[in-house]
């Protein structure tokens, strides 16, 4: 079950270091916009627009006249203000707020994973679309950070069986102990409540060591899936 207060919990801490450290949704952002269909809408809608990597792009890349962003952490309004002052602003979890407008584009960078129905939440989004309108989803599949979900015998709580344009990304640490800072100071240590302590620390490092050594780093895989339909 997805844990939303943890995953708000999460990404708020994450907020003043997530630029740095979203290699991956940074890649997946620019990805998603080159994957359009085309570059000009009348009015966009932005899903967990978070720190506005995605904003940049769309900035950068598309025109537009309206622009709503939507987060579940209140202080994304500020990130996204700097980056298009004239928008509209939407607090709250997209599985549960209700949207009274229809939209040309409606646009998310991985986010939808965290949801729990990822296909009803998107069917739902298909629902806010204008006739042509183009909604386009940037997630992460079941197997993303699988060096994790295997050392630490997790399963996954990403529900994404959908179908679409998959990547694959594998980043290279120091040490395992280098993946567990970059997964939290990204907020994606929300997929899990694991809690270490000392002992099992020690073997989450060792075998992480023996399962995914590479030239003297360790690797992490991601794994991004990317959903683009017209209606």
């Not at 009015?43 to 990597?53: K, M, Q």
């Not at 769309?58 to 928008?87: C, G, H, M, R, W």
């Not at 040309?104 to 729990?116: G, H, K, R, S």
């Not at 809690?195 to 794994?223: A, D, H, P, Q, R």
């Amino acid at each position: 079950m997805i844990n939303k207060s943890l995953i708000k919990k999460r990404f708020e801490r994450s907020m003043n270091t997530y630029n740095d450290n979203a290699l991956i949704q940074k890649k997946m952002a620019k990805k998603l916009i080159n994957l359009l269909p085309r570059t000009e809408f009348d009015s966009i809608f932005e899903i967990g627009c978070a720190t506005g990597i995605l904003t940049k792009e769309i900035l950068k890349n598309i025109k537009f006249k309206n622009y709503t962003a939507n987060d579940i952490v209140e202080k994304s309004k500020e990130y996204i203000d700097k980056i298009i002052p004239q928008n509209t602003f939407i607090e709250g979890d997209i599985e549960k707020i209700y949207i009274n407008q229809k939209y040309d584009l409606i646009i998310a960078n991985a986010v939808i994973q965290w949801c729990e129905n990822p296909q009803k939440t998107i069917e739902k989004l298909f629902s806010f679309l204008n006739p042509n309108g183009v909604i386009a989803v940037s997630i992460f599949a079941n197997d993303n950070l699988k060096e994790l979900q295997t050392t630490l015998n997790l399963k996954s709580s990403l529900k994404t069986n959908l179908n679409g344009i998959t990547e694959e990304y594998r980043l290279l640490f120091d040490s395992p102990m280098d993946v567990l800072k970059h997964i939290k100071l990204t907020g994606a240590n929300a997929l899990t409540e694991y809690k270490f302590t000392k002992n099992s620390l020690k073997i989450f490092e060792e075998k992480y060591k023996t399962l995914y050594s590479e030239n003297g780093k360790v690797c992490l895989t991601y794994k991004p899936l990317y959903i683009i339909s017209v209606k």
